[in-house]
């Protein structure tokens, strides 16, 4: 399967501690995008990179949070300090460079209790 | 920024009959209106797509109409079938070399056989 991949797809932690969600992009694309989704709503933009640069930051992205793609390839979005409030679907996209097409992945499920 | 109003939220339909999601935008410089399916527990899969420069365009019996002027798009599935059964979301992305997209809130459809 050559889709968007994510790991991992769910994931419970405790308020406070730190977590990890990597995404793998269809290869070859070099635009990456991470969106947050709550329940019964529609996917929130948090970030975008092309190629290892971070391009466009949403306000939704607080200082607990931070992405990175240092390669260019796959991303990690990483989340400190947990709160009850980041519990969320988090999802990540990828497209080739001057298409706006984005193709999602099936998201890492948050729990924070 | 972008803000995008989809309507309904729910829509029951029986099997064989059409069904038809409206959405609209408040970014006139808007120049590209996704539509994507959301299965549970899945991520959103692009149904069709269509870009300012074109007012209508159909994929089997999917179609997507834009009205530039009144800013508004709509999705028309013709035919429908229990796996049409999901959550739809529109999105816009706001031009000018920004490529997030902002999503609405979905619409439930439910096909009942």
């Known amino acids: 399967d050559t889709g968007v991949s994510q790991n991992p797809r769910h994931k419970i932690t405790k308020r406070g501690q730190n977590v990890t969600f990597r995404c793998d992009p269809i290869?070859?694309?070099?635009?990456l995008y991470w969106y947050r989704q709550t329940l019964g709503q529609g996917p929130e933009f948090l970030t975008y990179?092309?190629?290892?640069?971070?391009?466009?930051k949403s306000r939704l992205l607080s200082d607990r949070f931070s992405a990175e793609r240092p390669k260019g390839s796959f991303s990690t979005l990483e989340i400190q300090r947990t709160e009850q409030g980041d519990s969320a679907m988090y999802l990540c996209?990828?497209?080739?460079?001057?298409?706006?097409?984005?193709?999602f992945g099936p998201g890492t499920r948050l729990l924070v209790l | 920024g972008e803000n995008v109003e989809q309507h309904p939220s729910t829509l029951s339909v029986q099997e064989g009959d059409s069904a038809v999601i409206k959405c609209t935008y408040s970014?006139?410089?808007?120049?590209?209106f996704p539509w994507y399916k959301q299965e549970l527990g899945k991520g959103p899969q692009l149904i069709i797509d269509?870009?300012?420069?074109?007012g209508e365009k159909k994929d089997q019996r999917i179609a997507v109409t834009l009205n530039k002027t009144a800013k508004h798009f709509s999705l028309h599935i013709t035919e429908t079938q229990p796996e049409d059964s999901a959550v739809y979301f529109c999105?816009?992305?706001?031009?000018?070399?920004?490529?997030?997209?902002?999503f609405g809130k979905g619409t439930k459809l439910s096909v009942i056989p």
């Open positions: 290869s070859e694309h070099n635009r």
């Open positions: 996209a990828s497209s080739l460079a001057r298409v706006e097409t984005q193709y």
């Open positions: 970014d006139s410089a808007s120049n590209y």
């Open positions: 999105a816009a992305t706001p031009g000018a070399g920004s490529y997030q997209l902002t």
């Open positions: 269509i870009r300012s420069n074109v």
């Open positions: 990179f092309q190629n290892e640069a971070q391009l466009e």
